[in-house]
């Protein structure tokens, strides 16, 4: 199933990151951004995920929020996550990278998650900079306004156009960069500039390893592809870890 390349890179890493994208939480029914059922084949993203068109209309912008707030409140970590967690107890040093705003990371039990793209459990004003939680807001009847200062509350996600937050891309190249083992799932590594840190990796020495379920722009600079679901592919990858190496 895996090679024995890979798994005696895995005996030997003692530095792993997991960059993850859409596709990661896709078996756990959160639709993908492109493909066939995309969520961008349906939606413009510059009327819904930019600061214009939240400035502009900000009822519609936080309608598409409350929906996808509500989605992710009725959806579960998969097998992948699950797997992922399992080997941060395995390597000395394991770091998620995520593209994915869903938090499903973390409620899997991985405690070192750099979110690229924010989180959209998490919200702030853009008045005063208040942050809140989704409990903490008001009704979403209505685009949220700020208890302390009136301003629009905002979800703490980055919109295009948007700067990343720089202290998760710092340390996310600097993983990149110290990686033995980098392994890009469930992206179609077409968004940058997250999409140059599997190439950054590789410069740097790792070996790069793409699970998804069809090649991607970036699989020709792979060291190794793994074609099948993270869901699938993850679980296994662990047992492999947890029972035929010895370490
Ligand atoms: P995409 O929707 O572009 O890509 C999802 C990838 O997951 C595709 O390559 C699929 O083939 C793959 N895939 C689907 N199901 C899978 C499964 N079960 N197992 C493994 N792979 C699977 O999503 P992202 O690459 O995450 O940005 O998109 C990047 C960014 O574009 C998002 O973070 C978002 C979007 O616009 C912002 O909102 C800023």
Known sequence: MFSSRL??????????????????????????????????????????????????????VW????????????????????????????????????????NLHRRAGSGTVYELHGNIERNYCIGCGMKYSNEEIPSLDRAPRCAQCSGLIRPDVVWFGELLPVEEWNASVAAAERADIFFSIGTSAVVYPAASLPVSAKHAGAYVVEINIEPTELSHQMDEVLLGKSGDLLPRLVDVLKHSLVR
């Open 7 to 60: 798994t005696s890179k895995l005996k030997e890493a003692a530095s792993v990151v997991a960059f993850t994208g859409a596709g990661m939480s896709a078996e756990s029914g959160v639709p993908t951004f492109r493909g066939e059922d995309g969520i961008w084949k349906k939606f413009k993203p510059e009327e819904l995920a930019s600061f214009d068109a939240f400035i502009r209309n900000p009822e519609v």
């Open 63 to 102: 309608e598409w929020y409350k929906y996808r707030k509500q989605l992710l409140l009725s959806v579960q970590p998969n097998p992948g996550h699950f797997a992922l967690a399992e080997m941060e107890k395995i390597f000395p040093q394991f770091t998620v990278i995520t593209q994915n705003i869903d």
